[in-house]
């Protein structure tokens, strides 16, 4: 067992908040106890604690949280990204993307598995080569998965105007790793992703979801030829994926859609 003491004011508001039920904070003579063998080290317990007084081995302090936006401008924000499908053929500097995937591991997780890294394919002629992967892997499956034939359709006109359909003449895509007995990869990834996208409009990128090559990539049964073609170690697998660059087209307008829906029971 590995325990962690820590003196404090004994108000309890970490127990209350711990996520295993409890299990891993108990009060002692001088204040609480961490159990480090049931804590999932999320960081909650230091996060509520009204007197600072906690502190936890295994998870450092973060800073205290600024002022949030009002909900008119946070809402306001959220309905201004797009899906960029128009993309300058030069990528984004690396500098760049560093600052983009490091807000990926703040994203919610599954019990804090966390467990998403990222391959970023960088520069026009590999995602090209990816994409010429991508159009002969389908087009050998579809004959045998008829619910695949969309993907024929795409590939055709593709052909036919000269046009990538598949990552939309991104110069760069985001491909989201994790361990193949990862307990919640796919989730994992896309609350990642889903992240990095929000941010990327105000580093001045553009994103898209790589959704026709996800239908193929993160599904292991599919993808090996993708796993050799990016020399992935054994263990990893491919999760999530995202277009990104510098956009060539500019929006003025907010997004538009369909009028909410809610049911209470």
């Keep these: 067992m590995s325990i962690h003491d820590i003196t404090c004011s004994q108000c309890e508001t970490c127990i209350q908040e711990c996520d295993p039920l409890g299990a891993a904070i108990s009060l002692t003579d001088n204040g609480v106890r961490i159990d480090l063998d049931y804590c999932i080290v999320c960081g909650h317990c230091m996060a509520v604690c009204p007197t600072d007084e906690m502190e936890h081995p295994l998870s450092p302090r973060q800073p205290l949280m600024d002022k949030?936006?009002?909900?008119?401008?946070?809402?306001?924000?959220?309905?201004?990204?797009?899906s960029v499908r128009q993309y300058k053929k030069e990528g984004a500097p690396r500098e760049t993307l560093m600052r983009l995937l490091d807000i990926g591991r703040y994203a919610q997780t599954g019990v804090n598995t966390q467990g998403i890294s990222y391959l970023v394919v960088d520069g026009r002629e590999k995602v090209?080569?990816?994409n010429a992967l991508f159009c002969e892997t389908a087009l050998k499956l579809i004959p045998e998965h008829p619910e695949m034939a969309r993907l024929a359709e795409v590939i055709e006109l593709q052909k036919e105007r000269q046009e990538e359909r598949i990552f939309r003449g991104a110069p760069q895509v985001i491909l989201?790793?994790?361990?193949?007995?990862?307990p919640r990869p796919r989730e994992n990834a896309q609350f990642s992703l889903t992240f990095i996208a929000l941010l990327a409009p105000t580093l001045g990128l553009g994103t898209c979801w790589a959704g026709y090559f996800e239908t193929l990539a993160i599904r292991d049964c599919f993808a090996a030829p993708f796993w050799k073609f990016l020399n992935l170690a054994d263990n990893m697998r491919i999760r999530g994926a995202l277009m990104v660059g510098l956009p060539d087209v500019q929006f003025r307008r907010l997004?538009?859609?369909?009028?909410?829906?809610?049911?209470?029971?």
Excluded: C, G, I
């Design 68 to 82: 949030l936006p009002t909900p008119e401008a946070a809402a306001m924000y959220l309905r201004s990204p797009r």
């Design 128 to 130: 090209e080569a990816l």
């Design 176 to 182: 989201a790793l994790a361990d193949k007995d990862h």
């Design 255 to 265: 997004v538009a859609r369909n009028p909410l829906s809610v049911e209470w029971r």
